[in-house]
C-alpha cells in the first residue's frame, strides 16, 4: 500500500474526541484517503494521527472496506517503494496479491496475513484478487528499529495464523506477537501484538492486555462501542481507533452488531524518525536520498541495486512526491504537547 496524502474528516470530529475524552477513552479518528483504481476505494487512515504517531512499533493503519469492486473498482496498486518499515496485511473478506522485487508472490486471503519486511528498500505491488469481489481490511506498518533498518528485505505469507476461541462468540486470530498463549509465525522486530477478533452482536468481551505495552483498539465496521469510566459507552466508528495506555490490564469491548476489531500494541517505540511518504529514516536528508535513488531507477538512470525490479509485474512504477520546500523533523510516539 502507498501512503498518499489524505484530507481530515470535518464535522464534530475534536467535539468528538473532547466527549470521549470526558469519559475516560482518547480516541483517534481517521482520515479518507482514495485508494487504487480509476475510482478509488475510500481508506481510512488513523495512524499517523495528528495526536498519537505510534502504538508501540505500529506507525501506520489503514483500513478498508468492505467495498464491493462494482462500485468502486478494484484496489490496484503498482510498483512502488518502502524504506525501514514492514508492511502487514490482514484481511476480512477478498484477497490482495503481492509481488515484490525479492522474487515472492503471494495472496493473502480472511485466516492468513501477509508481512513485508523493506529493510534498506524493497519494491513491491498489490493487486485485489480476480475472484474477490468484495474487498475488506486492514494494512498495518510496523516502523524498524534502527539496528534493523538496514537490513535485507524479506518477506513473510502466512495462510492460516493461530485462531482460537478467546469467548462464546469471539474467535480471535494473531497475526503478530503472542496473545494469551498464542504465538504468530511471521517475523517482526519490535515487542508488539496484533489479533484480529470477530464479535457476536450482542456480546461484552473483557480484553486482557499487557500491562509494559501501550494498544490500539481499531474498528472495522460501525456498532463497536468501548467502555469508559462508570461503564459510558464510548462508540469507536469504523476505521477509529481507541487508545489505551501502558499500565492499562483490559479493555472491555461491546458489539451491537456483528463486529471485526483490531488489537495492536507493543512495547513504547521510543527512537523518533523521519516518515515521508513510504520511506522511513533517520532525518531529513536519508528520506531525500532515499526518494531521488528511487526515482533515478524509476527511470532507468540508475541500476536498480536498491529497490530492485517488482517480479512477474509491467505495469509502470509510481513516482514519488516531492519533499516539502521545509526541513522534516523527526517525530516520536506521540505530538509534542
Known amino acids: 500500500m502507498s501512503n498518499d496524502e489524505a484530507t481530515t474528516i470535518e464535522g464534530a470530529a475534536e467535539a468528538c474526541i473532547e466527549q470521549a475524552r470526558e ?22 487512515r488513523v495512524l499517523p494521527n495528528k495526536h498519537r504517531h505510534f502504538i508501540g512499533a505500529w ?29 502487514v496485511s490482514y484481511l476480512v473478506e477478498g484477497g490482495v496479491e503481492h509481488r515484490d522485487s525479492t522474487g515472492q508472490k503471494h495472496t493473502v486471503r480472511p485466516g492468513g496475513v501477509n508481512v513485508m519486511t523493506a529493510g534498506r528498500g524493497i519494491s513491491h505491488s498489490e493487486y485485489q484478487a480476480a475472484d474477490a469481489d468484495v474487498l475488506h481490511g486492514v494494512q498495518l506498518w510496523t516502523v524498524l528499529p534502527s539496528g534493523e533498518r538496514g537490513r535485507e528485505p524479506s518477506f513473510s505469507g502466512v495462510d492460516a495464523v493461530p485462531a482460537f476461541e478467546l469467548a462464546a462468540g469471539v474467535e480471535a486470530q494473531v497475526f503478530a506477537g503472542s496473545y494469551l498463549g498464542h504465538t504468530a ?49 464510548v462508540p469507536v466508528l469504523n476505521g477509529g481507533m481507541a487508545y489505551f495506555a501502558p499500565g492499562t490490564e483490559q479493555a472491555v469491548v461491546v458489539a451491537e ?51 530492485g525490479t517488482v517480479v512477474d509485474d509491467e505495469a509502470r512504477p509510481l513516482a514519488a512526491p516531492r519533499l516539502p520546500a521545509v526541513e522534516l523533523l523527526p517525530r516520536g510516539r506521540a505530538r509534542r504537547r
Open 257 to 307: 452488531t456483528d463486529a471485526v476489531i483490531v488489537l495492536i500494541g507493543g512495547e513504547p517505540f521510543e527512537e523518533e524518525v523521519v516518515m515521508f511518504w513510504n520511506f522511513i529514516g533517520e532525518s531529513h536528508d536519508e528520506v531525500l536520498e532515499f526518494r531521488e535513488r528511487w526515482m533515478r531507477e524509476r527511470s532507468g538512470e540508475e541500476a536498480r541495486e536498491q529497490f
Open 23 to 44: 469519559q475516560g477513552v482518547e480516541l483517534l479518528l481517521p482520515r479518507v484517503v482514495p485508494l487504487g483504481g480509476p475510482r478509488a476505494i475510500p481508506v481510512s
Open 59 to 87: 506507525c501506520f493503519a489503514d483500513a478498508f472496506g468492505p467495498a464491493d469492486r462494482a462500485e468502486y473498482g478494484a484496489m490496484d496498486v503498482p510498483p512502488h517503494p518502502h524504506t525501514g518499515l514492514q508492511t
Open 185 to 233: 509465525d511471521a517475523p517482526y522486530f519490535s515487542p508488539l501484538v496484533g489479533v484480529g477478533l470477530r464479535i457476536r452482536a450482542g456480546e461484552v468481551v473483557t480484553l486482557p492486555l499487557e500491562r509494559g505495552f501501550e494498544h490500539g483498539l481499531l474498528a472495522l465496521n460501525d456498532g463497536v462501542f468501548v467502555l469508559g469510566d462508570d461503564d459510558a459507552r
